[in-house]
């Protein structure tokens, strides 16, 4: 089975501006959830998806939002981006049986200036 | 609330000689524990799961893990430490029916001197 993947690599953004991350799971997982992953605070949770609906969510600002299609494929949104939103945002999917066996992507890596 | 420790940021060990990685744990109920391996440039990838059991779980490439419940520790362990073994190691835990997301502890890097 191919594993998830992430598009794109990376990215440069400007402040102010907004971006969209996207990540397709593993064949067959429902389950997606994303993360940010900071030099300083680590790895974050940001939001849960099943089967098209946020089942979960973590502390962040309302300008990080996410969506997941029918295809299970899922896409996280950062609006007004702030120098701090500098990170590598990582998604990670599972499958109904084993839930919480995350299989993450490489990741995004997003620069703003 | 749930949370993980890793109370070493950086551990060295020469190839060929045992490992352990430590982490700790804080859940009110029963917790799902994890390792996950991170290499540069590259995802995290998943080595092993606590959920219910025996307490010593082993995982890939030669890890294990053993849960120790009155201690609330989930150390990583490898009898032999490889090279290739140098990584930036995760701990992560959930608390069975009273939280939906994984909390990951800071990681802690570890070198494998050959």
């Known amino acids: 089975k191919a594993g998830v993947t992430q598009t794109p690599r990376y990215l440069i953004k400007t402040r102010g501006q907004q971006v969209t991350l996207s990540c397709s799971p593993i064949?067959?997982?429902?389950?997606v959830s994303w993360y940010q992953q900071t030099p300083g605070q680590g790895l974050q949770f940001l939001f849960e998806y099943f089967s098209e609906t946020q089942r979960n969510k973590g502390n962040f600002p309302g300008r990080f939002s996410g969506r997941q299609f029918s295809n299970s494929r899922s896409e996280m949104n950062v609006s007004t981006l702030e120098l701090g939103d500098s990170a590598l945002y990582l998604c990670?999917?599972?499958?109904?049986?084993?839930?919480?066996?995350?299989?993450f992507g490489p990741g995004t890596r997003l620069t703003v200036t | 609330a749930q949370s993980v420790a890793q109370p070493e940021d950086q551990v060295n060990v020469a190839e060929g000689n045992p490992l352990t990685v430590k982490c700790t744990y804080s859940?009110?109920?029963?917790?799902?524990l994890f390792w996950y391996v991170q290499y540069p440039n590259r995802g995290l990838q998943f080595l092993l799961k606590?959920?219910?059991?025996?307490?010593l779980v082993k995982g890939s490439y030669g890890f294990e893990a053993e849960f120790n419940k009155s201690q609330t520790s989930f150390h990583l362990k490898k009898p032999s430490a490889l090279v290739s073994d140098s990584a930036l190691y995760f701990c992560?835990?959930?608390?069975?029916?009273?939280?939906?997301?994984?909390?990951f502890g800071s990681g802690t890097q570890l070198t494998v001197l050959p």
């Open positions: 990670a999917s599972s499958s109904d049986s084993h839930l919480y066996e995350q299989y």
């Open positions: 859940v009110s109920g029963n917790p799902y």
């Open positions: 064949s067959g997982h429902r389950s």
């Open positions: 992560a835990v959930r608390d069975m029916g009273r939280e939906r997301q994984l909390t």
């Open positions: 606590y959920i219910t059991g025996d307490n």
